[in-house]
């Protein structure tokens, strides 16, 4: 069994702490601090023994047999409708709660629009990529490859952004780091990180203060599961649009219209590649004079341009440099003046250097992962198919990934069936939006969407009977969101001793519920996002489309658990940076000097009183002596 034990740091080595965690493999926890710090270690040992309680208590509750089957009492229903909905109780929350009523307070938060919020826009005003459009995110924020091609920028002119070469040593990679930042500086850019700091900063203050709870827990959940990867290529500067333009505006609604605004979305379409899509027969654009591009009536495929007298029409060498001379006219041009017809000529240079074809990425996570699961009755010729169907949903400038554009010469316009149902030849841009109308409308997708609904606010054991009601209620209100939670928060099994305390908090639920629960102040959360990470769940980073699992086997295991007690020691002595913690205001009018009491404030705010009797002796003894037991 894993021990921390917590022992006053040499100032030598670190003057800003006093306390460290050391790994040892018997006993339990020992906490050792400094005299006359009674207040901050009843608090410290009671936050961090909480944290790791709420961790493990499914757990623990799953080897046990059930002691009891009494209904919850009320303080208990809210408890658990807090903690379900959001992101737990703040300081007050259920006696506001039980002032409003539990039926009204769910129904508010199935209405955000409808809750004023005025606070949480301050608290957002110090990140500005949040307002921006994606163009403007492009500018502010170019990646330095980006610099190098689209701003002229020339080793001429005494600047290389060219990153070094494979073989390059530290001085090289060292001083090309140097130079990016420089020129950043001077020119009033930043680099794409800042945009992963602010996204991750806004999650967690949105989390934490919005009155808009079930609304936050819902972009969290339909973000995993419509998962992207940040670090992709272009999605460093396209992910900022995709929680705030594609994901959060659609959290309640209808499931079809979520499911279209995730296919056109350019993180997506950048992330399971299928910008890049198009049909084997795919013919390029014919380029005349004056950048304009138009095929003729008649001319044949793959044609670019008149070629000279003794240059074959698809000559490559002829082909890259109308091409590059294209191209070259069109950066010399504002990017957001070119016409449709500029763009798609320097489109056509990138697919002309890549072989023509489908890609089937996102056709077949598009029904494992987002509509009808693993077991939906799909074959692989319906991922071929719906690939077909969704060839040329690409980018307008790809290189960029700006926005999404539907481009006739990429796509298949041969008939297709998907799932029996036959789509007609010659539809464009209508096969794709065919198929998203026919994946919404499948029972395997009502059921599939309902099962994790249902995990996700009741049981990592959905139950049968409720999942089969959500199911029907899909089914009947033609995908709503809203009315599909409704009938899950109004359930006997939501409201079931059974549910109580049977999940397990994810890193960022648990950060950001502990913050809440002792009414923290956290106004520069990078830090607080940096624990989330060591604890496991790195914030938009998520490399996989599955996204993070909603299990407690992702989140119980020993490090886990190690970096959560060093969660709560750093909020509780305020060594998290950017999060101010108030001891004085959080123990009320118990007397700072009374550990006893500060203790049992402390269990009282982040536990509810659920604690057991032996849990309780373990803690005291900690309190009493500070040696293991």
Known sequence: MTRAVFTPYNKEVHHERKFIMKRETRGSFNFKFAKGRAA?????????????????????????????????????????????????????????????????????????????????????????????????????????????????????????????????????????????????????????????????????????????????????????????????????????????????????????????????????????????????????????????????????????????????????LYRQQQIDRQTQRDQMRNPDQMTQQQRQAQAAKGLQKRKAGINENYAREIMEL???????????????????????????????GTQFVFREFMHDNGEKTVLGQKIPAGGGIKDGEMVIDILAHQPSTAKFISTKLVRRFVSDTPPAALVDRVTAVYTKSDGDIREMLRTIFTSPEFNSREAYRAKIKSPFELAVSAVRALGADVNAPLQTAQFIAKMGQPLYLYQAPTGYPDRADQWVNTGALLERLNFGLALTTNKLRGAAFDIKRAAGSVDMADRQGIMDKAIGSLLYGDISPQTRTVLEKQLKDGVAV
């Open 40 to 316: 901050a270690a009843a608090l410290a040992i009671a936050v961090t023994g909480a944290l790791t309680i709420s961790a493990i208590m499914p757990v623990v509750a799953d080897t046990k047999s059930k002691a009891t089957s009494a209904a919850l009492t009320a303080d208990q229903k809210i408890i658990h409708l807090l903690n379900r909905l959001g992101y737990g109780p703040r300081p007050g929350d259920v006696e506001r709660v039980k002032r409003m009523g539990i039926d009204k307070y769910i129904d508010l938060q199935l209405h955000p629009e409808r809750i004023d919020d005025p606070g949480i826009e301050a608290r957002l005003a110090n990140f500005p990529s949040l307002r921006m459009s994606l163009t403007e995110i492009q500018q502010k924020y170019p990646p330095p490859q980006l610099l190098a091609r689209e701003l002229g920028l020339k080793q001429g002119k005494g600047v290389n952004l060219q990153p070094p070469g494979e073989g390059a040593d530290e001085n090289q990679k060292r001083e090309y780091r140097q130079q990016v930042m420089a020129y950043y500086q001077e020119n009033g850019l930043r680099p794409p990180q800042f945009l992963l700091q602010e996204l991750q900063a806004q999650k967690i203050i949105r989390a934490a203060y919005s009155e808009r709870q079930l609304q936050e827990a819902m972009t969290d959940f339909w973000f995993n599961h419509f998962n992207i990867f940040w670090a992709k290529n272009a999605d460093r500067n396209l992910t900022t649009d995709y929680e705030m333009n594609v994901i959060r505006p659609h959290t309640m609604g209808k499931f079809k219209d979520l499911l279209m605004a995730t296919a056109k979305s350019p993180a997506m379409l950048v992330y399971l590649d299928n910008f890049q899509s198009m049909s084997p027969d795919a013919q390029l654009p014919q380029m005349r004079r004056g950048g304009q591009l138009q095929r003729r009536p008649g001319a044949p495929g793959n044609v670019l341009g008149n070629p000279r007298p003794g240059q074959g029409a698809n000559d490559p």
């Open 370 to 400: 987002h509509t009808l699961g693993v077991e939906g009755g799909y074959t692989q010729k319906d991922v071929q198919e719906v690939a077909r169907c969704l060839t040329g949903w690409t980018l307008d400038r790809p290189r960029q």
